[in-house]
Structure formats: C-alpha cells, structure tokens
C-alpha cells in the first residue's frame, strides 16, 4: 500500500485502522463534519483523510510542527467542528455551526503575503485532477513517488501520494527529511519521482556521491535558480516541474524541464490562459466551475506556459518590467553568491527599483558585483541597493515575502 519511512504498511492495516476509527462515534458520523487534523502519525493521518473522504466528510490538514494553539486557531479559521491533536481519541470541540458546504478538503494558502486563507475543494474536484494529472505523467505502476514534502499539503498529498496510488504503484512518504536518510531511500526505490522543495533537491545535488542517479524529481512552487536546476539535471534521468494554484490544484506539468521558467502543458481537465512571449499577462484558470486569477505573470508559447512572476513581485523601472528571478539568475552565476533574492523599493522620487539580498562564501566588494551584473542586465535591471545577510528572512512555508523584504523607502 505505502511506506511510511522504513515501515511499510498494508491494505489489511489501513482496514484495521478504518475499524478503529469505526468505533470512535465522533469519525464514525464524520459526514457532513469539519474535522481538522494536526498528527504526528503519518499513517494515522493518511488513513485518517481517505476515511473522511470516502465518508463524504471534510478534513483540514495541519502540519504537525503547529503547537496547539496554533492548531486550535487555524481549525477556528477553517470553520472545523473538533480539532485532532496529537490523539484521535480526544477531540478538541470547537463549534456546532452549518457551513455552507462539506465533502470538501480545506488548505491553508499564505501565498507570498504570509497572510493566510483558506481554500476549499470538494472531493469530487481532486479527483478530477488526479485523473487528470495521472494521465500525463510518464510513470507506470513500477514507478513510486518518494514523497520529501509535507503530505499536509497539496504537494504531496494529492500529487505526490494520491496520484501513486491512483497508478498502481506504492508511495513512499518520507518524514525523516535529513537529507542522506532521503538519499538512500531513492537508492532502495530506484525507480521513482522524488517529491521535494527546491531547497532540498539542490542540497541533494551536492551530496550525492558513488555514481548514484535520481531517476526522476519533480519541482514546484518555487522558481529553481537556474544553476541549481542545471546541477540537478546532471545528477537526474529527468527533472519534471509543475505548476497550480491552491483553488485548483495542479494545473500544468513539464515532463523534462531544461529552463526553470517554463511550467509545461496544461492539463486536460483545465483551461489555461496568459499573454505571449511579447506580450505577458496574468495566468488565468478556467475549471467547471470558475475562473481563478493567480496574479502570476505569464505566457504560452508552443503550448508551453511559462511563469515569469508574481504580478505584485514585478518591478516597473520607468515604464521596463524587471522579472526578479532573471536578476537572481545572474547573481546566483557569480561563484561567491550562495543565494540571493531580488525585490523592489520604492524612490520617492524615481518610483520603482530593484534591490537585492544576497549571502556569499566570502567578501564580494559591492563594486565587483555590479560590474558582474553590468556585464549579462541591461542597466534598468541592475539592483540598486545590494545588501549583504547571513541568512534570508523567510515565511514559515519556506517562501520569500518580497513584498515584506522591499518594505520601506529607498533613500
């Protein structure tokens, strides 16, 4: 059925657990209930949300890092009737009240504001999209998703296990996240599709040793540096990347990316609308039931969409767009940079301009830099201001808020 870790775990021990949760009145007449749900226990947790699901109730995950209080005050955001912490045996009673809809997932989405909302999507959508998404994977039933992402959220739970599921084949859910524990996982599956933040897949690059290859890794939600996609392709049969939203899901796949701007193909089961390459626009989302606007700058091009950025992120210099992770691209080229983000500010006088954070291996004088970023940018896209940190402020889902950075006035 799947692993979780070394533990691999049965049909026969998702059934037991099915029975468990039978004899607890409050799963038991889940239907139709807002249950939110903070586990430590993987396997809990995942038979946990097939059983709600196949009830036609509703489930809201929670990572399990969330103290309680923090649990208890996103379930009350959510509209959840009781809370699971830690325990499925004692509730945490929250509310009685109707929502207007149930059968639904809820996910929590800060986007790149770190002010959080939730989505809800019925049962009957993700399946929709898995069907979907499973029809243009090049994997078989051989093939297991080795899944180094929280199953808590989209990522990997709907396309990194559900979607396995789906083909046949036997995911591997890994919560030990220590990257060498990870490497000899995908040695054990040596036919997978690795599921992982773009952070770890890179820190995976530098580690992998003996000869060892990936076989397959997927990437989403945060645009890969080009050189950190280019050290991963040399180390991997195939890099894939994906693109969605939280309303909708994943909606476009790239089955063998070699440039990190490109999403790939949109999927069957939704429409996917932008501007050209001359012309970028914002990445519209047509499902059965609605239109989602991403607020993410885009084009297709040979069928192919493309994301350029956040429209919030995009910096106007007189009247010039400035992509910020073109500009990251070239700093991350320098050999000292080991990572840099790219924001705007703005001069009261001259409007929009683009700045940098960047950390280094050793001392870059600020001139050097320039020059570096004079010679591949047109002069509207050098960053004005450098400022060298030790480390990156970041949002607790591990995503930059360039607008947080970019706060205040350039003098």
Not at 84 to 107: C, D, W
Not at 165 to 175: D, M, N, S
Not at 397 to 408: A, C, Y
């Amino acid at each position: 059925m799947f692993f979780v870790n070394d533990q691999y775990y049965t049909l026969d021990d998702l059934e037991r657990q099915y029975t468990v949760f039978e004899n607890i009145p409050h799963l038991k007449d889940c239907r139709n209930r807002r249950l939110a749900v903070c586990m430590p226990d993987a396997f809990q947790w995942l038979a946990l949300c097939l059983f709600v699901r196949s009830k036609g109730g509703s489930i809201v995950p929670l990572h399990p890092s969330v103290p309680k209080e923090g649990a208890i005050r996103m379930a009350n955001k959510a509209g959840s009737h009781f809370l699971l912490y830690e325990n499925i045996h004692r509730p945490i009673h929250l509310s009685q009240q109707k929502n207007e809809k149930e059968g639904v997932l809820v996910q929590m989405s800060s986007g790149t504001t770190g002010d959080p909302k939730c989505i809800e999507r019925t049962w009957e959508s993700i399946e929709n999209e898995i069907d979907s998404y499973v029809s243009v994977m090049p994997a078989d039933n051989q093939t297991a998703s080795v899944v180094a992402c929280p199953t808590t959220h989209s990522y990997g739970l709907i396309c990194g296990v559900l979607a396995c599921i789906r083909r046949g084949a036997e995911p591997v859910i890994l919560t030990n996240m220590n990257p060498k524990y990870v490497l000899k996982k995908l040695k054990e599956h040596p036919k997978h599709i690795l599921y992982g933040a773009p952070a770890l897949l890179h820190t995976l690059t530098l580690l992998i040793r003996d000869g060892q290859r990936l076989d397959a890794v997927m990437t989403s939600g945060t645009l890969m540096p080009a050189g950190w996609l280019e050290a991963l392709k040399k180390v991997s049969n195939r890099v894939l990347q994906q693109y969605g939203c939280s309303e909708a899901g994943c909606v476009a796949v790239h089955p063998d990316v070699s440039d990190t701007r490109e999403m790939g193909y949109p999927l069957p089961h939704a429409k996917v609308e932008a501007g050209s390459i001359q012309n970028p626009g914002e990445i519209l989302i047509h499902d059965s039931e609605k239109t989602i606007f991403t607020k993410d700058l885009g084009y297709i091009e040979n069928g192919v969409l493309s994301f350029l950025a956040r429209m919030d992120d995009t910096i106007n210099v007189a009247g010039l767009n400035v992509y910020p992770q073109e500009v990251e691209d070239v700093l991350m080229g320098e050999p000292r940079i080991i990572e840099a983000v790219v924001y705007k500010k703005v001069h009261p006088l001259s409007g929009e301009r683009v700045c940098a954070q960047y950390v280094c291996s050793e001392y870059i004088e600020e001139e050097e830099l320039r020059e570096w970023c004079r010679d591949y940018l047109a002069p509207y896209q050098v960053p004005l201001e450098f400022k060298k940190v030790e480390e990156i402020e970041k949002l607790p889902n591990g995503k930059v808020s360039r607008k947080r950075l970019g706060e205040g006035v350039l003098a």
